[in-house]
T-cell receptor
Framework: NAGVTQTPKFRVLKTGQSMTLLCAQDMNHEYMYWYRQDPGMGLRLIHYSVGEGTTAKGEVPDGYNVSRLKKQNFLLGLESAAPSQTSVYFCASSTYSGSGYGQYFGPGTRLTVT | QQPVQSPQAVILREGEDAVINCSSS?????VHWYRQKHGEAPVFLMILLKGGEQKGHEKISASFNEKKQQSSLYLTASQLSYSGTYFC??????????????FGQGTTLQVKP
């Protein structure tokens, strides 16, 4: 099992450009999450999904959109990148935590917006 | 509403013990603990559920005081491999089965030989 994979690993964008980050998991998890991590800020939830076809906003959703068309994939889109979106982006998946299971993280995507 | 972790950083010698605390202002359903090494993804250590027991993982254990909305992570007889940043993630009561976590700012642990 590959677990949680993320594509790409690194990306540099110019202000105003758009891109999509792909997250894929092969553990048949229902729940998937997108976080951003900035120095000294910990992990902040951008959007999440509790099942195929569902999405919801997290703590910092502005400037991002997501889609979960297939259970195993969760896409994060930036329509018009801004320098404030320079960050490391992590995807995670889980069965529901109320059942005693944690979240499993992908390796991350380091995004720089110039 | 971000949980507060203390201390922010700690330096230990191999074999010493450490305690990391996580405190929330909200009523909690669960507390997760993760460890992240530099340049890597966070790795799940353990989860403590409301009404549950203290959990253990090798020489790392944790407790959850529901009344005080606090959790503590205990690292005993620390090893070099324990170095990294530890995060608590809290799930509020009433999160409607979403598994949404709010993470603390992290505690950096350095274990020296």
């Amino acid at each position: 099992n590959a677990g949680v994979t993320q594509t790409p690993k690194f990306r540099v964008l110019k202000t105003g450009q758009s891109m999509t980050l792909l997250c894929a998991q092969d553990m048949n998890h229902e729940y998937m999450y997108w976080y951003r991590q900035d120095p000294g800020m910990g992990l902040r939830l951008i959007h999440y999904s509790v099942g195929e076809g569902t999405t919801a906003k997290g703590e910092v959703p502005d400037g991002y959109n997501v889609s979960r068309l297939k259970k195993q994939n969760f896409l994060l889109g930036l329509e018009s990148a801004a320098p404030s979106q320079t960050s490391v982006y992590f995807c995670a998946s889980s069965t529901y935590s109320g059942s005693g299971y944690g979240q499993y993280f992908g390796p991350g995507t380091r995004l720089t917006v110039t | 509403q971000q949980p507060v972790q203390s201390p922010q950083a700690v330096i230990l010698r191999e074999g010493e013990d450490a305690v990391i605390n996580c405190s929330s202002s909200k009523a909690l359903y669960s507390v997760h603990w993760y460890r992240q090494k530099h340049g890597e993804a966070p790795v799940f250590l353990m989860i403590l559920l409301k009404g549950g027991e203290q959990k253990g993982h090798e020489k790392i254990s944790a407790s959850f005081n529901e009344k005080k909305q606090q959790s503590s992570l205990y690292l005993t007889a620390s090893q070099l491999s324990y170095s990294g940043t530890y995060f608590c993630g809290t799930e509020k009561v009433g999160s409607s089965n979403t598994g949404k976590l709010i993470f603390g700012q992290g505690t950096t642990l350095q274990v020296k030989p």
